[in-house]
């Protein structure tokens, strides 16, 4: 019985280890990743490094960290989140509040149209990182696959650019909120060798 049990506890976990080293994280430029809720950005004048908003019709939080002091700014119709002085944004971290998310898109395009070339990193929480050099302003996004979540990303330019727009999240979800299906696999089997025990133990008193 007992072989029996850890034979099957060594399953689940060859199984989730498996499902982990599976899921990944794709980096990729242009308007065409999963990423489909729109963030409502604060006015903010500008005083800290944090930009704050909400994913449209919802009350998740957004916060933006960047390296100088940032603000949000109209222009075109779009709210741009810009430096508060100067034109020397090169870093921006984006996450949402007691959430993670399966997808993001963000638009690096200058609100002046005098687009310098740079190279862009973007890292993600998990370590996922992509550069792509020769970049002139557009959209990059990133979205989990396999069940992989993200809880932040963050990008750096090798050169100023004056401010980042149309920033999207997708697929929302409350931290600790629902366990993984290899969490539940585990749960269940720790429930299943708890009962075992239990009626080894009556069957032994018997």
């Known amino acids: 019985m007992m072989k029996t049990l850890l034979g099957s506890l060594a399953g689940v976990t060859i199984l989730a280890a498996a499902a982990s080293a599976s899921a990944a994280v794709v980096i990729d430029t242009g308007a065409n990743g999963p990423a489909n809720k729109n963030v409502d950005w604060a006015q903010e004048a500008g005083g800290d490094n944090f930009v704050y908003g909400v994913i449209n019709n919802t009350s998740i939080g957004v916060v933006v960290e960047g390296a100088e ?3 949000t700014s109209s222009q075109g119709g779009v709210v741009w989140i810009v430096p508060t002085v100067g034109s020397g944004l090169d870093f921006l971290r984006f996450s949402l ?3 993670d998310f399966s997808s993001f898109e963000v638009d690096l395009k200058d ?3 005098n687009n310098d070339t740079w190279s862009v990193t973007i890292l993600t929480n998990d370590g996922t990182t992509e550069t792509f050099n020769n970049f002139n302003g557009g959209f990059i996004n990133a ?3 396999g069940g992989t979540r993200i ?3 963050e990008f750096q330019t090798s050169g100023d650019i004056t401010g980042v727009g149309q920033v999207r999240f997708g697929g929302a979800r409350e ?3 629902v366990p993984e299906p290899a969490t539940w696999a ?3 089997m720790g429930f299943g060798a708890a009962g075992a025990l239990l009626r080894r133990r009556q069957s032994a008193f018997a």
């Open 97 to 99: 509040d007691g959430y």
């Open 69 to 71: 002091d940032i603000k």
């Open 151 to 153: 809880s932040s990303v």
């Open 186 to 188: 585990m749960m269940i």
């Open 111 to 113: 609100p002046t149209g």
């Open 175 to 177: 931290i600790g909120v």
């Open 143 to 145: 979205y989990g696959t």
